[in-house]
């Protein structure tokens, strides 16, 4: 990953020479914030707003950019992350509520009133547990499997287009880099 720093040798912040303007080539939004930051609390250090700012702010372009695709659907992001984790845990598409929790990272109550939804809708069923009578498994029916094949398909395509900007090593790179980030953040 050492190219990326050298690539950036102009400046850590701004890797391209200012335009004719005296702004930094490319300058966006967070540039703007850091930068009135630095001039009104030059005693702050206000560059992590470059990296954390541009996050949060690519979090909401991509949660609307996908969620466009599950609203299509009549599903809300929930609804698709409890199908999915169902369909990618493999035959017969079965869990736990236990697991479900898990795998999506939401409390129970948040598992049971999406899976509530959508058993109302006829894509997923629940049965007792032959090993635990309190226990419940929820499974994909059949028209549940149809849909989640068909929107998960969507959603791909839909990250690939949301992606388009990127080259595939500019993506590799990113990926890296947010993967190293997220293994390095506290955990409270």
Known sequence: MEEIGQSMSHDAEFPFPPDEAGEPAGADAVDRIVGQWRR?????????????????????????????VFERY?????EFDVLGTLRRSGAPFELTAGELRESTMVTSGAVT???????????VVRRAA???????????????????????????????????????EERSSLTYLLRKLGRTLPRD
Not at 47 to 55: D, E, F
Not at 74 to 78: E, F, N, Q, S
Not at 113 to 123: H, I, N, P, S, Y
Not at 131 to 155: F, K, P, S
């Open 40 to 68: 009104e609390r030059p005693d702050l250090d206000a560059s992590p707003a470059h990296v954390i700012g541009r996050i949060s702010r690519l979090h909401w372009a991509l949660e609307d950019g996908l969620c466009r």
């Open 74 to 78: 009549d599903l809300g992001r929930g």
């Open 113 to 123: 009133k999406r899976v509530d939804r959508l058993e109302r809708a006829g894509l």
């Open 130 to 168: 032959e090993d635990d009578a309190r226990g419940r498994l929820i499974r994909l029916t059949d028209r549940g499997r149809e849909l989640i094949d068909e929107v998960v398909a969507e959603h791909f395509r839909n990250e690939t287009r949301l992606l388009g900007g990127l080259s595939e």
